[in-house]
């Protein structure tokens, strides 16, 4: 398997496992009847388990680009080391991000962010060049 499509692999296991410990988090603060419920109501949530509610949205948002990153560089056939390590560098940023944005690291959550963001941009560019 090529270094992109596993970063990308990866990078939707650790999408999995952010679901999972937000869920946790909210299961602590407000229990598993509500977690479970329709959610008709909203109830107060501790700074931390927003925190890691707003890292899995985040998370999604970013893993949309990096997905038609990857697939631009798979399917243009253009992988390359560079795209590689973009897409190692995407991967890395992400696993610290949630503790950035668990931990109010400011403003290295938003200097992590950008790394990945920047690493997707890269390997987008790279496809069109090649």
Not at 55 to 63: I, M
Not at 82 to 90: D, E, G, Q, R, S
Not at 101 to 117: D, E, K, L, T
Request: charged share 10%; net charge neutral; aromatic share 10%.
């Amino acid at each position: 398997m090529a270094a992109e499509t596993t970063a990308l692999a990866l990078a939707a296991l650790l999408q999995a496992a952010q679901i999972g410990l937000a869920g946790a988090a909210m299961n602590r603060d407000v229990g598993l009847d509500w977690n479970a419920s329709p959610r008709d109501s909203q109830p107060q949530f501790s700074a931390l388990t927003g925190r890691l509610r707003r890292a899995v949205d985040n998370h999604f948002e970013g893993l949309i680009l990096f997905t038609i990153a990857v697939l631009l560089v798979m399917v243009t056939d253009t992988d390359s080391l560079v795209t590689a390590v973009c897409a190692w560098l995407y991967l890395f940023a992400r696993l610290l991000y949630v503790p950035a944005y668990a931990w109010g690291w400011s403003p290295w959550r938003s200097a992590i962010w950008a790394v990945g963001f920047l690493s997707t941009l890269v390997m987008i560019v790279a496809s069109l060049l090649t």
